[in-house]
């Protein structure tokens, strides 16, 4: 059964940054996709990055494109999301997610993984 488990969350002042780590065991990076989320209090959860474990490629939401950055490391089955220029409105839970097969188009679409972790809390204050 795959797993996956976050860290690297905490409190960061504006235009900081942070590191999420994401541990995945029970499957290999190699043949799965990975996309980190968040949802803040009281907001939908929202899709911020992608993945391919096959071949590198990357996807981003406006939101964070040219602030966050995805990258995997296939030996260690391990993924990364580094955060710069964070703001206030980045303060959310951030959840990694996993699926064999998502498609072109619903990178950032929840309903496209299978496989979760329990998220890790990222709040950027002042």
């Known amino acids: 059964q795959p797993q996956l488990v976050e860290s690297g969350g905490g409190f960061v002042q504006p235009g900081g940054s942070l590191r999420l780590s994401c541990a995945a065991s029970g499957f290999s990076l190699d043949n799965y996709a990975i996309a980190w989320f968040r949802q803040a209090p009281g907001k939908e959860r929202e899709g911020v990055s992608y993945i391919s474990g096959r071949d590198g490629t990357t996807y981003y939401s406006d939101s964070v494109k040219g602030r966050f950055t995805v990258s995997s490391d296939n030996a260690e089955n391990m993924v990364y999301l580094q955060m710069n220029s964070l703001k206030p409105e980045d303060t959310a839970d951030y959840y990694c997610?996993?699926?064999?097969?998502?498609?072109?188009?619903?990178?950032?679409?929840?309903?496209?993984?299978?496989?979760w972790g329990q998220g890790t809390q990222v709040t950027v204050s002042a």
């Open positions: 997610a996993a699926d064999h097969v998502v498609l072109v188009r619903r990178y950032l679409t929840p309903d496209e993984y299978d496989y």
